[in-house]
């Protein structure tokens, strides 16, 4: 495939990516050095601490234990310290076989839900169709098990104060 004056795209990014490099070489400073390494810092910390809360709030959901909990934090912590002396390679098949591992996980409990994702969105659409703002009552969707919320105890199941609970 070619563009640009029979220029093929490959032969474009070799061009701009030696561009960047020449670039970047050239403006690279000691000041840029710590400024580059403040901002990992922070980006590293910040991603440890975000993750770290969620994974804790999932386990504490599933858990009561204070002994689960004290090992998910030793587990944390060993990972912590052996991504920061591992090498790039292991630290990089690590993350990779991780993220793989979430995929699926993450499946297992996405395809179950399509069914009824489905059947919600008709239940939208129906409402949008007929010029209504779309309200969702549990009700409405009553193969849906277990569902703790959308009971008309709150305003989002409400059309001019009153429950909604069929289209």
Not at 1 to 17: A, V, W, Y
Not at 33 to 46: E, G, Q, Y
Not at 80 to 94: A, T, Y
Not at 131 to 147: Q, S, T, Y
Request: with cysteine.
């Amino acid at each position: 495939m070619s563009c640009c004056n029979g220029l093929d795209l490959l032969t474009i990014f070799k061009i701009l990516n030696a561009f960047n490099y020449n670039f970047i070489s050239r403006s690279q400073t000691k000041c840029n050095d710590i400024n580059v390494t403040i901002i990992l810092f922070f980006l590293a910390f910040s991603s440890v601490i975000g993750n770290y809360y969620l994974a804790q709030a999932n386990i504490e959901y599933f858990s009561q234990n204070k002994l689960v909990l004290l090992g998910f934090r030793v587990i944390v912590l060993l990972f912590v310290l052996g991504g920061s002396v591992g090498s790039i390679g292991l630290v990089w098949s690590l993350g990779d076989t991780f993220a793989a591992i979430m995929v699926f996980i993450n499946l297992i409990g996405i395809v179950p839900l399509g069914g009824i994702a489905v059947k919600l969105l008709a239940n939208y659409e129906r409402q949008k169709a007929k010029g209504l703002d779309p309200i969702f009552h549990r009700d409405m969707l009553p193969e849906a098990k277990n569902v703790e919320v959308w009971d008309g105890s709150d305003a989002v199941c409400r059309r001019h104060g009153e429950i909604v609970r069929e289209v």
